[in-house]
């Protein structure tokens, strides 16, 4: 099986900088996403990391090492409207399914 | 243009009782997936499609809950028998690439219908 571990709760005032960590365990990883989703709404894609290194997408940066089984999300220059929840998903080799962690609750202060 | 659209929004029923969730995919999309989605948590995996194919329901929990895709576009998820322990936020989603292996595709979710079983 697999699991999945983030913080539960992250708190960051308005333009600062925030990393969200994600550890994982499963036996076939192939790749790790990360998704936000605002109270509310759907789940929606942020950034994927298959390789190790640093993937940059605008304010959001997310890290990969398989060898350590570790990732994380870095998001800069915070906004409020990045209040959110955060969910690294893994992809397992040979299978589509997304397996989510708990997600990670970010709440931006002014 | 249009996002993943989930039918009914809410759906409200007695134990026993059978109900059907429906999700309309991106137009075009290949791959249809459903989740189900606990108040504080992640999505859970159910199953998913290839076009009208199930390619794998191991994420379905018991013999209660099936899904189809008779034309690979439209799905239905059923539930028989409904109990208290379904309530929850069902989730559909759909990736528009076929790819092989654990290639991944970015998965569009839709809003989500809440299941409240009384």
């Known amino acids: 099986g697999q699991s999945l571990e983030q913080p539960s709760e992250v708190t960051a005032v308005e333009g600062a900088i925030v990393q969200i960590n994600c550890t994982y365990q499963t036996s076939g990883f192939y790749g790790l996403s990360w998704y936000q989703q605002h109270d509310g709404g759907a789940p929606t894609f942020l950034s994927y990391?298959?390789?190790?290194g640093l993937e940059e997408t605008g304010r959001f940066s997310s890290f990969l090492s398989r060898s350590d089984s570790y990732g994380y999300l870095l998001l800069q220059e915070l906004q409020m409207k990045d209040s959110a929840s955060y969910f690294c998903a893994v992809t397992e080799t040979g299978r589509r399914a997304l397996t989510f962690g708990s997600g990670t609750r970010l709440q931006v202060q002014p | 243009g249009a996002g993943v659209s989930q039918s009914p929004r809410y759906k409200v029923t007695k134990r026993g009782q059978d109900v059907a969730l429906r999700c309309d995919p991106i137009s075009g999309h290949v791959s249809l997936y459903w989740y189900r989605q606990a108040l504080g948590q992640g999505p859970e995996f159910l199953t998913y499609f290839n076009y009208e194919a199930q390619q794998d329901k191991s994420g379905l929990p018991n013999d209660r809950f099936s899904a189809e895709r008779p034309e690979g576009s439209i799905s239905t998820l059923t539930i028989q028998r409904t109990e208290q322990r379904d309530s929850a936020m069902y989730r559909c989603?759909?990736?528009?690439?076929?790819?092989?292996?654990?290639?991944?595709?970015?998965?569009?979710f839709g809003p989500g219908t809440r299941l409240t079983v009384l």
């Open positions: 990391n298959a390789l190790d």
């Open positions: 989603a759909s990736s528009q690439r076929l790819t092989a292996g654990g290639l991944v595709d970015t998965q569009y």
